[in-house]
């Protein structure tokens, strides 16, 4: 069983940048694929960006150019830089893991999720 802890959420300026963290337990991150999804109030849960080895990513277009995923095996933690960040950023970010490696933009491809970490971009 994976645990996944999301951290880092908050309230930032439009054009301004965050990083999320996201602490995973129970296996190595290097085994798995490791994504971001967010929803925003009313909406679908999002595909964000994924990571599953360390040059394999993938971005949704929305974010594509702004966001980075990155992972620290060391640290068994996966990162998600925030720049320019947004008023239509704004959403609860969520963790996800996959056990079977390579990349998946679907929700219902991942296994284990985090709690979420709110992040509010303001005008």
């Known amino acids: 069983q994976v645990q996944l802890v999301e951290s880092g959420g908050g309230l930032v300026q439009a054009g301004g940048s965050l990083r999320l963290s996201c602490l995973a337990s129970?296996?190595?991150?290097?085994?798995?694929?490791m994504a971001w999804f967010r929803q925003a109030p009313g909406k679908e849960r999002e595909f964000v960006a994924a990571?599953?080895?360390?040059?394999?990513?993938y971005y949704g277009d929305s974010v594509k150019g702004r966001f980075t995923i990155s992972r620290d095996n060391a640290k068994n933690t996966v990162y998600l830089q925030m720049n320019s960040l947004k008023p239509n950023d704004t959403a609860a970010y969520y963790c996800?893991?996959?056990?079977?490696?390579?990349?998946?933009?679907?929700?219902?491809?991942?296994?284990?999720w985090g709690q979420g970490t709110q992040v509010t971009v303001s005008s």
């Open positions: 990571r599953w080895n360390i040059v394999s990513t």
């Open positions: 996800a893991a996959r056990k079977n490696y390579g990349m998946a933009y679907v929700r219902s491809e991942y296994d284990y």
């Open positions: 129970g296996q190595t991150i290097s085994t798995l694929t």
